[in-house]
C-alpha cells in the first residue's frame, strides 16, 4: 500500500510553491526592516552630554561629539577617563539600537535576530 505521508495535511499534500513563495515575502520584509534601521540614528549621551555616541539602528557607530572644554588634552587620566566616557557612550546608543532592533525585526524572525546584527541569527 503505497499512501502519501502529507495526505494527513489535508488538501492531498503539502503546497511547496506557496510556502516558497512565503518564505521569499519574509525574508524581502526582513531586508526592508534592515534597510530601515540602517537608516535609523539614535543617540548614547554620558557625563550630563559632554559625550555623545550616534549608532544607526544596526549598531554601527556613524557619530561622536565631544564637548569642547570638558576634557584636558594634555592630561593623560583625562585622556583615560574620556576614553571611558566614549566607551559608555557608545554602549548607550548600542543598547538602545538593539532595543530599536529587536522591535523592528522581533515580529520578523521569531526573536531570533535579536542582540544580532542583520544577517545573523543572534546566537550567542
Known amino acids: 500500500m ?5 495526505d ?3 488538501g492531498g499534500g503539502l503546497d511547496l510553491n506557496a510556502l516558497l513563495q512565503q518564505a521569499q515575502q519574509m525574508q524581502e520584509q526582513l531586508a526592508s526592516a534592515q534597510d530601515r534601521l540602517a537608516e535609523t540614528l ?3 549621551t554620558v557625563a550630563g552630554g559632554a559625550v555623545k555616541a550616534k549608532v544607526n539602528g544596526v549598531g554601527e557607530l556613524v557619530g561622536l561629539e565631544i564637548r569642547q572644554g570638558e576634557f584636558d588634552g594634555n592630561d593623560p587620566d583625562e585622556l ?4 571611558a566616557v566614549i566607551v559608555a557612550a557608545y554602549r548607550d546608543a548600542k543598547s538602545q539600537a538593539d532595543a530599536l532592533a529587536g522591535q523592528a525585526l522581533g515580529p520578523l524572525t521569531g ?3 535579536q542582540g544580532g546584527t542583520p544577517g545573523q541569527l543572534g546566537f550567542q
Not at 503505497?2 to 502529507?6: D, I, L, V
Not at 583615560?80 to 576614553?83: G, H, I, Y
Request: glycine fraction near 22%.
Open 42 to 44: 539614535v543617540e548614547g
Open 2 to 6: 503505497t499512501q502519501n505521508p502529507f
Open 80 to 83: 583615560e577617563d574620556l576614553a
Open 8 to 10: 494527513a495535511l489535508g
Open 111 to 113: 526573536g531570533l535576530g
